[in-house]
Every structure is written in C-alpha cells, then in structure tokens.
C-alpha cells in the first residue's frame, strides 16, 4: 500500500497530557487513527507530508506555538488541513491561523461532534488535494510520452486554432494535423476537447480564460 492509499490519520499536538487523552478517546470512538504528541517539535520530527490526514493542533504551547508550526509546515510545502484549538482564543490569533488556511478554529471546552465534524471536514479537504494532485501527475506523466510533435500540437488545438490554421502554420497537411490530434487525444486519454484544454492547463500548455 503506497501512501496516498494509506488510512488517514488525525494527528493531535497538545502539551496538555489529561486533554490529549480526552480528545484521543473522542476520535478513536470514531474509528480514526489518531497519533498524538506532546510539542510541535516532536511532530514536526516525526511527520511525513505523504502520509494522508489532518491536525488537531493547540495554539499555546512551549517551545513552538501552534501559529509557529502551522508556519513551518507551510514553509516546508506540508498543505496538511489543521483545526485549531484552544482555551484562549481572540481574533488576532483566529485571523491568523485562517488566512495560512485552517479549517477550523475551536475554543475549549467543546463537544465531541464539534471536534469530529471539523475533523471530518479536515479529512474530506485532505483527500480532495491529493486525489487532484495525483490527478496532476497522471496528466504530466501522460504529457511526458507525447513526441515533441504532438506536444506542440496538443498546445495549438488547446488554444482553438483549427487543423487548417495549424497545418498553414507548421507547413504540414490537415490531415497529418489530424493524424497528431487523435494520437494526442488517445495517449492523453482525453474524452473531448474540453478534457484537453483542462490537460493542457495543467501542463502549462494553456491559460483559461475567464
């Protein structure tokens, strides 16, 4: 099992050892896999952005804050969703911590179907932004075996000039133009012209226009 198959894990961050416990038990009753750690130091050390899931982070603690890691991970590329809490909360901090993208921001104390509705929000984001990035590299990789020819002529269908345009301006036949598109659309494993332009976004062939 490669790790964007893995089972996701709810990875908690509280220096509070008895609430750590709590919210253990609150999300193994869910049937989450949860891994907890007492500072921002030891998750950051033992993390690995490939491994699916989300963050259940405190926003004061020693040694790091919560602001400080969600910074880091953010620094180092680590898009992992983050729900936010704590038992001092003000606007600043909230502000802060949703503009670097959390998704939620609790106050202590809150119920259970609190925690766990934003963690399941957490999860669902989490698993959108890798199935679209695995999506991306499909698409790259595809990309990648068409001959330099079929590239260059995925980009110039992609910007809705016609087989006639395109022949007068490689100096080839519409035919051969038309050889290179459907060869094009089948590697790609594009089902219309659309799916390609959406390809050739991705690939850096094509801007869309709004």
């Known amino acids: 099992m490669n790790a964007a198959q893995a089972t996701p894990t709810v990875f908690v961050v509280d220096d509070d050892r008895t609430f750590l416990g709590a919210l253990l038990l609150a999300l193994e009753s869910a049937d989450l ?3 907890t750690f007492v500072s921002a130091p030891r998750f950051l050390h033992a993390y690995r952005p490939e491994r699916p899931g989300c963050l259940v982070l405190d926003v004061r603690m020693p040694e790091m804050t919560g602001l400080e890691l969600q910074q880091t991970l953010d620094a180092r590329g680590a ?5 936010f809490i ?3 909360g003000d606007v600043a901090t909230s502000v ?5 993208g959390a998704v939620d921001f609790l106050e202590k104390p809150f119920g259970d179907r609190a925690l766990l509705n934003s963690v399941e929000l957490a999860l669902s984001l989490d698993a959108r932004d890798r199935q679209i990035e695995n999506d991306k590299a499909t698409v790259m990789a595809r990309f990648g075996r068409l001959t330099c020819r079929e590239q260059e002529i995925m980009a110039l269908v992609a ?3 016609s087989a006639r345009e395109i022949a007068a301006g490689l100096h080839i036949s519409p035919r051969t133009v038309e050889h290179h598109r459907e060869h094009v659309m089948t590697k790609m494993s ?3 012209l659309h799916d390609l332009i959406i390809m050739a976004v991705i690939c850096g062939l094509h ?4």
């Open 159 to 161: 910007s809705d000039m």
């Open 33 to 35: 896999a949860v891994e």
């Open 207 to 210: 801007e869309l226009r709004l």
């Open 190 to 192: 594009a089902g219309s």
């Open 86 to 88: 704590t038992g001092h």
């Open 96 to 100: 802060a911590a949703f503009r670097r």
């Open 79 to 83: 898009r992992i969703p983050i729900v």
